[in-house]
C-alpha cells in the first residue's frame, strides 16, 4: 500500500470525527435547550394552573359568603315574621286582658282613689274654667264626689256638677264647656299607637329580648 494514499484517509476519517462531535454536540445543545424550554413551559404551566386554581377557590368562597349572608338575611327576615306575627297575636289577646285589668283597678278602692286624683289634676291642668259636668258610674259615692272636689283645689276655678252616667261602669268623663278630659278605660286607651308601643316593649321584656 502506498504511504501517500493513506493521507486523505486519515483526514476524511478525522473530519468525519470532527463532524461527528459537532453534531452531537450540536444535538446535546439542542436537546439542553428543548429541555430548558420545555421546564419553562411546565414551571408556566404550574403557574397558570395554580392560579386558575387559587382564581375557581376565590370565587368558590365567594360564591360561599354570598350564599351564606343571603341564608342569614332570610333567616332574619323569617325570624322579624315570626316575631311580627307573634307580636300581633300578643297584642290581640292582651288588649281584651288590660280592659279588664283597668276595670277591676277602678272596683279596688285604693286605685280608684289615685285614678281619680289623677284626672281631677289633669282637668285641673288642662280644662279652661267655668262649669264642668263630671260623668260617673252610679256606684261612685257622694264621699268620693266630695274628695274628687278636694283634689281639684281651689285652681280649678269650676263649678262642678255630677252626672250618673247608667253606661259607664268605671272612671270618670269631666266634660267643661269646650272640652272634655276622658278618664274611662276607653279614654285611657284611645291612644292606642302608644298603649300598643307600650304592650310591645312589656311584651319584649317578658320574652328577655
Not at 382564581?55 to 333567616?75: F, K, N, T, W, Y
Not at 266634660?175 to 310591645?200: C, H, K, M, N, Y
Amino acid at each position: 500500500m502506498n504511504e501517500t494514499g493513506l493521507i486523505p484517509t486519515t483526514q476524511s476519517e478525522a473530519l468525519l470525527q470532527e463532524i461527528e462531535q459537532q453534531t452531537q454536540d450540536e444535538m446535546r445543545t439542542i436537546a439542553d435547550t428543548a429541555e430548558r424550554e420545555a421546564s419553562a413551559i411546565v414551571a408556566q404551566a404550574h403557574a397558570t394552573a395554580r392560579r386558575q386554581m387559587h382564581g375557581a377557590i376565590a370565587d368558590l368562597r365567594r360564591e360561599a359568603e354570598r350564599r351564606m349572608a343571603h341564608a342569614r338575611a332570610q333567616l332574619e327576615t323569617e325570624a322579624r315574621l315570626r316575631a311580627q306575627q307573634h307580636a300581633v297575636e300578643a297584642l290581640r289577646q292582651a288588649w281584651p286582658l288590660l280592659v279588664e285589668a283597668l276595670a277591676e283597678r277602678w272596683q279596688d278602692p285604693a286605685a280608684r282613689r289615685k285614678w281619680t286624683d289623677g284626672a281631677a289634676r289633669q282637668a285641673r291642668d288642662r280644662l279652661t274654667a267655668g262649669s264642668w259636668t263630671v260623668d260617673h258610674p252610679a256606684t261612685w259615692s257622694a264621699d268620693e264626689q266630695r274628695r274628687f272636689r278636694d283634689a281639684l283645689g281651689a285652681g280649678a276655678n269650676a263649678e262642678i256638677s255630677f252626672a250618673i252616667d247608667p253606661d259607664l261602669a268605671a272612671g270618670l268623663r269631666i266634660r267643661a264647656e269646650r272640652a272634655t278630659l276622658d278618664a274611662t278605660p276607653q279614654g285611657l286607651l284611645a291612644d292606642r299607637s302608644t298603649i300598643t308601643a307600650l304592650l310591645l316593649h312589656e311584651i319584649d321584656r317578658g320574652s328577655g329580648g
